[in-house]
Nanobody
Framework: QVQLVESGGGLVQAGGSLRLSCAAS????????MGWYRQAPGKQRELVAA???????NYADFVKGRFTISRDNAKNTMYLQMNSLKPEDTAVYYC?????????WGQGTQVTVSS
């Protein structure tokens, strides 16, 4: 079965940086899109950044150039570089892979940004 494991979350001061990683294992049929989502308490889960099979990236407007999504195909790993973090970035961040037949989600990693 497919498993996605996020890591790299933690507590950071405003203005600091974190790099999230998502390691994928198992067989996924035809990956269409990979992305990062986040969900704060009492809020809807929202798209942060995504990258298509062709390498095209898409970012939420609130990122404002602060975050960068990337992948290392050799390591089956996706990354989210988060710079200039703000308290409002505090959320659980989830790795997502959209395959042809179904979507896969990680368990999430907590990011907390102190003011």
């Amino acid at each position: 079965q497919v498993q996605l494991v996020e890591s790299g979350g933690g507590l950071v001061q405003a203005g600091g940086s974190l790099r999230l990683s998502c390691a994928a294992s198992g067989s996924i049929f035809s990956i269409l899109t990979m992305g990062w989502y986040r969900q704060a308490p009492g809020k809807q889960r929202e798209l942060v950044a995504a990258i298509t099979r062709g390498g095209t990236t898409n970012y939420a407007d609130f990122v404002k150039g602060r975050f960068t999504i990337s992948r290392d195909n050799a390591k089956n790993t996706m990354y989210l570089q988060m710079n200039s973090l703000k308290p409002e970035d505090t959320a659980v961040y989830y790795c997502n892979i959209a395959g042809f037949y179904k979507d896969y989600w990680g368990q999430g990693t907590q990011v907390t940004v102190s003011s």
